[in-house]
């Protein structure tokens, strides 16, 4: 991990008039390029291999500059270029998933966040203590698979975006769908309704929903990811009937749709979120700045967390110009515009070192 002291050296050395918004160009950056644009910061992509030209569609999230890479190792050693910029990172979901967690976590560049969350959210064990030491609900683990009583869901390790995961009823379903040269864990089917959930907390904001240490817990939108082929599985009948014709139901994620919870299931929701960041101040120095809580609630109108995202996640899409909450808070404003004034405060209020690591 970069040690904080050189991030801290670097913001030194930077214009914060100046500054230059980067991400990598994957995932949200068109809203984060966006939400920079807005709060007058210059903006830089950051790619690999992907393609870029689909910028030219959408002006307004067009990055000012756009710096092509052979690899990440090509990105590593052209590190100057970025702090000649005064470039503070966005890390996203699939920055960090291309990049690797451990790589990422050295890269010598001022990133928004703190890099400690990564080792407790990329390693699922670690993950789990995190949430449920906190007190809140997780699916229950299932350790031997002789003992699937109900539906479980395997999940390999590493697999990302649900790519891979399938649901077993009983052990023999186990032992047909189940490869066993690669590491799983099983854990309950969670039957009900998926809410991907995306607060923001603010350790410097002194009003609103306050946490224990002092910042504002804010909750910016919610999403329900489309996720192919079981959203449509349905519709071909019975999944045991597809299985054996060689149909099985993956859960890869293709899209997101904008959604809104009961009222009345809101204070459990954020309850759940001041948990976790709480937990977070005391476990790894604390998490701020954008996550996501995914979740599905059940019958009983029960939460349970499934997996906890530590960044701006894609499901944050659908709300470039605001959301049913974020309207009730900054209106019109997105999650990449939110991680922007985020900066631009930290920045003018003289405290950029606290909220970059
Ligand atoms: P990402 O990192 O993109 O969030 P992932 O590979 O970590 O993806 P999960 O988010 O854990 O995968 O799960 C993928 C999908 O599988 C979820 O969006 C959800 O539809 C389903 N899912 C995961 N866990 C459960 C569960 N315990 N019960 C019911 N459905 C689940």
């Not at 790589?103 to 703190?114: A, M, Q």
Request: hydrophobic share 35%; net charge negative; with cysteine.
């Amino acid at each position: 991990m970069v040690p904080k002291g050189k991030i801290d050296e670097i913001i030194e050395g930077y214009d914060l008039k100046d500054l230059t918004i980067a991400t990598l160009c994957s995932h949200s950056s068109l809203q984060i390029f966006h939400g920079a644009r807005k709060m007058g910061f210059k903006t830089l992509g950051l790619t690999i291999s992907h393609s870029t030209k689909y910028y030219d569609a959408f002006p307004l999230a067009k990055p000012d500059k756009i710096i092509k890479y052979a690899d990440f190792d090509e990105m590593e050693e052209r590190v100057g270029e970025l702090l000649d910029e005064n470039v503070i990172l966005i890390p996203h979901g699939s920055f960090v998933e291309y990049m690797g967690s451990r790589r990422f976590g050295d890269y010598p560049v001022p990133s928004y966040g703190n890099r400690a969350v990564l080792d407790w959210e990329s390693d699922r064990d670690r993950q789990r203590q995190w949430i449920t030491s906190a007190g809140v609900p997780m699916p229950r683990l299932i350790t031997d698979a002789r003992e699937i009583s109900e539906p479980v869901m395997v999940k390999y390790n590493g697999a990302k975006g649900g790519n891979g995961y399938f649901i077993a009823r009983d052990y023999p379903d186990f032992k047909m769908a189940i490869d066993p040269s690669q590491p799983y864990t099983m854990q309950e089917y969670c039957l009900g309704t998926r809410y991907y959930m995306h607060f923001f907390y603010d350790p410097h904001k002194k009003d609103g929903y306050l946490c224990e240490q002092g910042g504002s817990l804010e909750m910016l939108s919610i999403d329900r990811r489309d996720e192919s082929n079981i959203d449509e599985m349905y519709k071909l009948g019975s999944i045991e009937e597809s299985k054996r014709h060689g149909l099985y139901p993956s859960f890869v994620v293709t899209g997101n749709a904008p959604v809104v919870i009961r009222e009345s299931l809101l204070p459990k929701a954020f309850d759940m979120a001041e948990k976790v960041v709480n937990k977070s101040y005391e476990l790894f120095g604390g998490m701020w700045g954008p996550f996501c809580l995914e979740t599905v609630v059940n019958d009983k109108l029960q939460f349970k967390v499934f997996e906890i995202s530590t960044r701006i996640v894609a499901g944050t899409n659908p709300f470039i110009s605001g959301s049913p909450y974020a309207d009730l808070i900054y209106p019109g404003l997105s999650t990449g515009g939110r991680l922007a004034m985020g900066i631009r405060d930290a920045a003018a209020g003289g405290y950029l070192k606290d909220v970059v690591s």
